[in-house]
């Protein structure tokens, strides 16, 4: 690739920003256009959750680069405008205002979009879902002593608003179907951890219990009926539900989709020059042996640098472990790797659970560790990574013994 060449990137988040940002990075002194359906600048989602939500920080502390940044580095940035129709025998990308972009490299980071509530009455203005900015404001606008929210799904964006709720005194109801939140994630042993915390914070957690209809009043959502028929009353309702990758431009055009556009171990789809990052990227993992859609932050920060490289014509490929992070009260954790329930054998746990203070361990049943996640212990993510990576077997009695220091297992 030379000077003389386009890449163009579509989709405007975290991923289409790092990759417009490793481009330059790698020396890629073309056109770079970076297509993006938001107005906004690109930014970070895990604030929307988080600090965004609760006041606690700017909207621009959440920005990817500061729209000098795009000027400086020659970033074509058009943002609130959306890709409709990819070409890739012509390589061309049509937009939306009828506009059409030639490429010679493209990237597609279109991302996620919330899993649709699929019970009577979920169309009423007042049930939030939680992707963008503009959510994250309606969202809080429904916080404050003496309102109630219910939320619908305890997994991580459902937690982290039910955290960010009861903080602000909203009065708090989650909706989970399974028997406890978090369980397909983290597997029951620990996803009692989350239910206590939630619990101990004063949220009405309905576990193994599901939505009959959101009820209505001339349009607007006043609360949900249980299975059991039980009536909750609500002032909003937040679906956290999960999120569906947005490939409809990569079906259309005719690449491999199965879950997310299937990419190599260098995030190259089935098409030569067209690559994929982030949340739609359906990776296919060398160190892990298998397909994996990562829908985290680290996913999306730090595979654009690979397909860049590889674009440009390096060997790159993409070989990071799973990793996200959460903050919910006073409870920070980080997790890493991959053992979600039903794929482990065992879990040894460093530290107190009840203290909520520990690292825990997924093991299999040749005591190799798979995942770890710590829950407010700090600096250990590195080391622990090089445990996974190291992938021999562990004395798990050791593991658990917090005076003996992870350079010596
Ligand atoms: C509220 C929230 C909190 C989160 N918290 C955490 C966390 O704490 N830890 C963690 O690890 N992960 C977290 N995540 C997940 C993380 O934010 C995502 O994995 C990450 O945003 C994925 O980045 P992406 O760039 O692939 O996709 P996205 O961030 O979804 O960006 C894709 C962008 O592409 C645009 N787009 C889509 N189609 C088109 C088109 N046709 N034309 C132009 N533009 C288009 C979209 O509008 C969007 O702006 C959170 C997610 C959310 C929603």
Redesign the pocket.
Known sequence: MDGTQQVVI???????AKTAEALRDHGFTGTVTL????AHL?Y???P???SFLIGASPFDDALVHTAEWYREKEIDLRTG????ALDTGRHRVGLEDGDEVAYDKLVL?????PRRLPVPGAEASGVHY???RED?DAIRSTFGPGRRLVVIGGG??GL?VAAAARGAGTEVCVVEAADLPLSAALGPELAVVFADLHRANGVDLRLSTRLNAVLTDGGRAVGVELDGGERIDADGIVVGIG?VP?T??AEAAGLAVDDGVLVDASLRTSDPDVYA????ANHDHPALGRRMR???????LNQPSVAAAALLGGAERYTELP?????QYDLGMEYIGHSPEGSYDRIVVRGALAAQKFVAFWLDRDNRIKAAMNVNVWDVVDQIKHLIGDGRPIDPERLADPGVPYAEL
């Open positions: 579509i989709g405007g988040g975290l991923a289409g297509i993006a359906a938001e690109p970070e989602r895990p929307m959750s988080k405008t959306r890709a409709i980071a279109t991302g996620s979009t939680l992707r963008t994250s991580w964006i982290e999120a947005q409809g431009l990052v982030g949340d739609i990562v829908e985290h932050w680290a996913a999306a990793y996200f992070y959460s903050d």
